[in-house]
């Protein structure tokens, strides 16, 4: 079997650095069971956070080789092994200790969106009828993990720390899911342009880039969204509406 | 005694997974304060990889479908040994939960007439699975979550339960404590609802994750509780072979249910060799048949893939070991055939199986639209569980309730597939609505603080435990779970027998007197180390509960094997639950109880599906 050197960062908030660790690699393996192959003879106590190992609960986001990883999507046939592979926690938010960071910023957030709201059932056992045409944008966005690795490229969080003043892509995915949700009544438009902060976001698609999903999060969510709200708020006659209206 | 931060409620939920969620929602219906703990983030539990569907006879797709047709394809596929009751209502109110799932924003796949698509899957008599492609858990978990935190519910993630509290003979509370320091908190609760899932970590090969240590079981066994047919573990046939590090992960039946064929090394379909007889009337004759059915045709009958899971792995293990096995140890599951019959293929394939394509393509450089896949069974559910009253699931100990994977009787031998996703709506529901009648009929009970400091030290041990106790012989956490494992692999795998399952509880034994010394390395920070330690007792209390099962049923049955008793039923022996209870002297202790008749109702529905 084949050795490889992981620099895994290892520490908590009062300090951290890269430990350098060496392993055994074999065919198939990925990011994560390296990890964990270290985690059982090396250094028990070392933190990371995993759970289904399928790329389907969006638990061990990473930052691989200085990329926003799934580590247990990423094989490691993929990566140059004549050269450490460093592993590193997301750099958008506060580090709890070694790979695990503290990502309660998200849910905060998400908590503080306005919820579904549907309309009245179309029919009378209490179902709506939708034209499966009508609903594969939605689906597309549910099809989000919450791994929170867009959050992570994000400029505007990484970057400028305006985590007060922006939600951040995943959260526009999930304004866009429930705005263009065919039996939602909710308007979030203002929310979206004034304290969810959509106007910070310039459109460099880093987020769907690494999008494990593959959610096209820029083009189907946020223009989309930024679309409604220029509609809505800096359309001329309708500015001039309400002007009158008021 | 030392002071602890103390959480109060009226209903304590321990565990985030549907069970869990759809238990606290309905907890907090009312003005009753409501506490969710669960040990990972939330949306995060095992329900998120649910992928083939929510089974609930909604006819949408085929109008002759009821809860009738649901409760006897439920009964048959638990080969009769089901809680009818459980059953019963199982399947008459599935339906109303998931539509309830749509009114909180989940959005499953059409139908023409803009209504929930339903497709077929092993054990149902009609298209009765709701979904959405191949992520049907993700959208429930997500649905129920996104509803879930307006509720007002208080949510504790990444916190460990290590004991439940009892005063009296009354369930108080809980302890644990939290991943981030690795602080303890208490507790307290006028009711508690366990909703903890499976046991899938006490085997080498499964597809859960590392939570699923039988936390709910064990608290509830330690709590005076009892656990029925914990015998009862499903292999599911297809999980991946190859390559070694992904073994075990799981490929839904979907791909069956929409035309996927097993066929060994010889290219022959095997599974037409062998069909019980409980089934000869509904499958095919033919694969030109069982093609049909998968594509909706009302007249034809399944094919033999998607007969009971149990049966399923059990002919994928015969071919392995009679020599017919694929490269990696498996069969060969193949869904690109499909091809030869409709246009398109690869891009139905991708659009019905989304999470399928990308799993395979990134994992194993296999497209399944192209090439067969490689599958063989891996460790899924346990039916077994923690006994309940069927209505309200309320356990032995007052004040306790148990729903979802934890709990047991919907499923009896075997669970079919999709029958777990309602399980946990229909009764999470149950266990929250009545917890929270708990909760406002009695009022609470101050908590017996005698013990909390002996949980405490108890929950330390592993630093306190020398480094090198000088034996030779000390073993580390990590080394003790995957001996654990591979020896409930071994010897209480698919193939059991009496001497297996002797030594299985032998080995149990000494691994349980190896991890009272293991010793954790570092601090009470997010350390893995430790917390694997603390695993350990759960791991090896459900361990030995399923051994002791196992060795107590001298059948083979559903998911349970007996290779010393191939029979059915134990000659004179009747229906019968195995029944496991912890004895006042701290060992574990085996009955069995008789099943009662079924009510003439029921068994006149049983009678009419034939």
């Given at each position: 079997?084949a050795?490889?050197?992981?620099?895994?960062w290892?520490?908590n908030?009062?300090?951290?650095?890269f430990v350098?660790?060496?392993?055994?690699?074999?065919?198939?393996m990925?990011?994560?069971d390296a990890?964990?192959?270290?985690?059982?003879?090396?250094?028990n106590?070392?933190?990371v956070r995993?759970?289904?190992?399928?790329?389907?609960?969006?638990?061990c986001?990473?930052?691989?080789?200085?990329?926003?990883k799934?580590?247990?999507m990423?094989r490691l046939n993929?990566l140059p092994?004549?050269e450490p592979?460093?592993v590193?926690p997301?750099?958008?938010f506060?580090?709890?200790?070694?790979?695990?960071?503290?990502v309660s910023?998200?849910?905060?957030?998400?908590e503080k969106?306005k919820?579904?709201t549907?309309?009245p059932?179309?029919?009378?056992?209490g179902?709506w009828r939708?034209?499966q045409e009508d609903i594969d944008?939605?689906?597309?966005?549910?099809?989000?993990?919450?791994?929170?690795?867009?959050q992570?490229?994000?400029?505007?969080?990484?970057?400028?720390?305006?985590?007060?003043?922006?939600?951040g892509p995943?959260f526009?995915?999930?304004?866009?899911?429930?705005e263009?949700h065919?039996?939602d009544?909710?308007?979030?438009l203002e929310?979206?342009?004034?304290?969810?902060g959509?106007?910070?976001?310039n459109?460099t698609?880093?987020?769907?880039?690494?999008?494990?999903?593959?959610?096209?999060?820029?083009d189907?969510?946020?223009i989309?969204?930024?679309?409604?709200?220029?509609?809505e708020f800096?359309?001329?006659?309708?500015?001039?509406f309400?002007?009158?209206?008021r | 005694?030392a002071?602890?931060e103390?959480?109060e409620y009226?209903?304590?939920?321990?565990?985030a997974g549907?069970a869990g969620l759809?238990?606290a929602i309905e907890?907090?219906?009312?003005?009753?304060?409501v506490g969710l703990v669960?040990?990972s983030l939330l949306?995060k539990?095992h329900?998120?990889?649910?992928e083939g569907g929510v089974?609930?006879?909604?006819?949408n797709?085929?109008e002759?479908?009821?809860?009738?047709v649901?409760?006897?394809?439920?009964m048959?596929?638990g080969q009769?040994?089901s809680?009818?009751r459980?059953?019963?209502?199982h399947?008459?109110?599935?339906?109303?939960?998931v539509?309830e799932l749509?009114?909180?924003g989940?959005?499953?796949d059409r139908?023409q007439?803009?209504?929930?698509?339903?497709?077929?899957?092993?054990g149902h008599q009609?298209?009765?699975?709701a979904?959405v492609?191949?992520?049907t858990?993700?959208?429930?978990?997500?649905?129920l979550?996104?509803?879930g935190?307006?509720?007002?519910i208080?949510?504790?993630m990444?916190?460990t339960i290590?004991?439940?509290?009892?005063?009296g003979?009354?369930?108080s509370?809980?302890?644990?404590?939290?991943?981030?320091?690795?602080?303890?908190?208490?507790f307290?609760?006028?009711?508690v609802v366990?909703a903890?899932g499976g046991?899938g970590k006490a085997y080498?090969i499964?597809?859960?994750s590392?939570e699923?240590?039988?936390?709910g079981?064990s608290?509830?066994y330690?709590a005076?509780?009892?656990?029925?047919?914990?015998?009862?573990?499903q292999?599911?046939?297809?999980g991946m072979v190859?390559?070694p590090s992904v073994?075990?992960?799981l490929v839904?039946?979907?791909?069956?249910?929409?035309?996927?064929?097993l066929?060994n090394?010889?290219?022959?379909?095997?599974?037409?060799d062998?069909?019980p007889?409980l089934y000869?009337?509904?499958?095919?004759d033919?694969p030109e048949?069982?093609w049909?059915?998968?594509?909706?045709d009302?007249?034809?009958?399944?094919?033999?893939e998607?007969?009971?899971?149990?049966?399923?792995a059990?002919c994928?293990?015969r071919?392995?070991?009679?020599?017919?096995?694929s490269?990696?140890?498996?069969?060969?599951?193949?869904?690109?055939?499909i091809?030869?019959k409709?246009p398109?293929?690869p891009?139905h394939?991708?659009?019905?199986?989304p999470?399928?394509?990308?799993?395979f393509?990134?994992?194993a450089?296999?497209?399944i639209?192209?090439e067969?896949?490689?599958?063989g069974p891996?460790t899924?559910?346990?039916?077994?569980?923690?006994?309940?009253?069927?209505?309200?699931q309320?356990?032995?100990v007052?004040?306790?309730?148990?729903?979802?994977?934890?709990?047991?009787g919907?499923h009896g031998?075997n669970?079919?597939?999709g029958n777990s996703?309602?399980?946990?709506?229909?009764?999470g529901?149950r266990?929250?609505?009545y917890?929270?009648?708990?909760?406002?009929?009695?009022?609470?009970v101050?908590?017996d603080?005698?013990?909390l400091?002996?949980?405490?030290?108890?929950?330390?041990?592993p630093?306190?435990?020398?480094v090198?106790?000088?034996s030779g012989?000390?073993m580390g956490?990590?080394?003790v779970?995957?001996?654990?494992?591979?020896?409930?692999?071994?010897?209480?795998?698919?193939?059991?027998?009496?001497?297996?399952?002797t030594?299985?509880l032998?080995e149990i034994?000494?691994?349980?007197?190896k991890?009272?010394n293991?010793?954790?390395?570092?601090?009470?920070?997010?350390?893995?180390?430790?917390?694997?330690?603390?695993?350990?007792?759960?791991l090896l209390?459900?361990?030995?509960?399923?051994?002791?099962?196992a060795?107590?049923?001298?059948?083979?049955i559903?998911?349970?094997s007996r290779?010393?008793h191939?029979e059915?039923?134990?000659?004179?022996a009747?229906k019968?639950?195995?029944?496991?209870?912890?004895?006042?002297d701290?060992?574990?202790?085996?009955?069995?109880h008789?099943?009662d008749?079924?009510q003439?109702?029921?068994?006149?529905?049983i009678d009419?599906?034939?």
């Amino acid at each position: 079997m084949a050795k490889a050197t992981f620099k895994i960062w290892r520490g908590n908030a009062d300090g951290a650095q890269f430990v350098d660790y060496d392993t055994e690699v074999s065919e198939g393996m990925v990011v994560l069971d390296a990890v964990h192959r270290i985690q059982a003879e090396q250094a028990n106590d070392m933190a990371v956070r995993w759970n289904c190992k399928a790329g389907k609960c969006g638990s061990c986001s990473a930052e691989v080789n200085g990329q926003p990883k799934l580590m247990c999507m990423t094989r490691l046939n993929d990566l140059p092994l004549d050269e450490p592979v460093t592993v590193e926690p997301m750099r958008a938010f506060p580090l709890i200790k070694d790979l695990v960071t503290d990502v309660s910023w998200n849910f905060k957030v998400k908590e503080k969106m306005k919820p579904f709201t549907p309309r009245p059932p179309d029919a009378e056992d209490g179902t709506w009828r939708m034209e499966q045409e009508d609903i594969d944008h939605v689906q597309e966005f549910r099809k989000c993990i919450e791994c929170f690795l867009c959050q992570d490229v994000c400029h505007v969080l990484r970057e400028h720390d305006l985590h007060d003043e922006f939600i951040g892509p995943r959260f526009f995915v999930y304004a866009a899911s429930l705005e263009m949700h065919p039996i939602d009544t909710e308007n979030r438009l203002e929310e979206l342009k004034d304290s969810d902060g959509i106007g910070y976001c310039n459109i460099t698609k880093c987020c769907t880039k690494v999008c494990p999903e593959h959610i096209t999060i820029t083009d189907n969510a946020i223009i989309p969204l930024k679309e409604r709200v220029v509609d809505e708020f800096y359309d001329p006659i309708k500015k001039l509406f309400r002007v009158f209206s008021r | 005694m030392a002071s602890y931060e103390t959480h109060e409620y009226d209903v304590l939920i321990i565990g985030a997974g549907g069970a869990g969620l759809r238990a606290a929602i309905e907890a907090a219906t009312g003005d009753l304060k409501v506490g969710l703990v669960c040990k990972s983030l939330l949306g995060k539990a095992h329900t998120v990889m649910a992928e083939g569907g929510v089974a609930a006879a909604l006819a949408n797709v085929d109008e002759r479908d009821s809860w009738r047709v649901h409760f006897a394809d439920t009964m048959r596929g638990g080969q009769y040994l089901s809680n009818a009751r459980m059953a019963e209502l199982h399947a008459q109110e599935s339906p109303d939960r998931v539509r309830e799932l749509e009114a909180w924003g989940a959005l499953f796949d059409r139908t023409q007439e803009g209504g929930i698509l339903q497709r077929n899957f092993g054990g149902h008599q009609y298209p009765r699975l709701a979904h959405v492609g191949d992520r049907t858990g993700l959208e429930m978990i997500r649905a129920l979550q996104d509803h879930g935190i307006h509720q007002g519910i208080e949510v504790h993630m990444e916190n460990t339960i290590v004991s439940l509290l009892k005063t009296g003979d009354r369930v108080s509370g809980a302890f644990g404590y939290e991943r981030e320091k690795g602080r303890f908190k208490i507790f307290s609760a006028k009711s508690v609802v366990l909703a903890t899932g499976g046991v899938g970590k006490a085997y080498k090969i499964t597809s859960n994750s590392w939570e699923y240590t039988g936390d709910g079981h064990s608290l509830a066994y330690h709590a005076g509780a009892e656990l029925i047919d914990m015998e009862f573990v499903q292999f599911h046939p297809t999980g991946m072979v190859w390559p070694p590090s992904v073994r075990g992960i799981l490929v839904t039946e979907g791909v069956r249910g929409e035309g996927g064929t097993l066929t060994n090394s010889e290219g022959k379909r095997f599974m037409f060799d062998d069909i019980p007889e409980l089934y000869v009337n509904q499958t095919a004759d033919s694969p030109e048949e069982g093609w049909r059915y998968t594509q909706g045709d009302r007249d034809a009958r399944r094919p033999p893939e998607l007969l009971t899971r149990d049966h399923v792995a059990r002919c994928i293990v015969r071919e392995v070991q009679e020599g017919r096995g694929s490269p990696h140890g498996g069969v060969f599951l193949d869904i690109a055939w499909i091809k030869e019959k409709i246009p398109n293929a690869p891009e139905h394939i991708r659009r019905k199986l989304p999470s399928m394509y990308h799993q395979f393509k990134e994992l194993a450089d296999i497209d399944i639209t192209q090439e067969p896949m490689e599958v063989g069974p891996t460790t899924h559910y346990i039916m077994g569980g923690i006994r309940v009253d069927a209505d309200s699931q309320m356990t032995a100990v007052p004040g306790l309730f148990a729903a979802g994977e934890c709990a047991a009787g919907l499923h009896g031998a075997n669970r079919l597939g999709g029958n777990s996703l309602s399980d946990l709506l229909v009764f999470g529901k149950r266990a929250g609505e009545y917890a929270a009648q708990f909760a406002m009929e009695n009022a609470a009970v101050p908590l017996d603080e005698t013990q909390l400091d002996e949980i405490a030290a108890h929950t330390l041990k592993p630093f306190e435990n020398p480094v090198d106790d000088g034996s030779g012989e000390q073993m580390g956490p990590y080394d003790v779970q995957a001996q654990l494992q591979e020896k409930m692999q071994e010897l209480v795998g698919i193939a059991r027998s009496q001497e297996s399952l002797t030594q299985a509880l032998e080995e149990i034994q000494n691994l349980r007197d190896k991890s009272a010394n293991v010793h954790a390395i570092g601090n009470r920070e997010y350390n893995a180390g430790w917390h694997t330690a603390l695993d350990l007792d759960c791991l090896l209390t459900v361990s030995e509960a399923i051994a002791l099962a196992a060795l107590e049923r001298r059948a083979s049955i559903g998911a349970h094997s007996r290779d010393d008793h191939p029979e059915k039923e134990e000659s004179g022996a009747g229906k019968y639950n195995t029944v496991i209870k912890k004895t006042d002297d701290g060992t574990m202790e085996i009955r069995r109880h008789p099943i009662d008749e079924l009510q003439a109702n029921l068994q006149e529905i049983i009678d009419e599906m034939g």
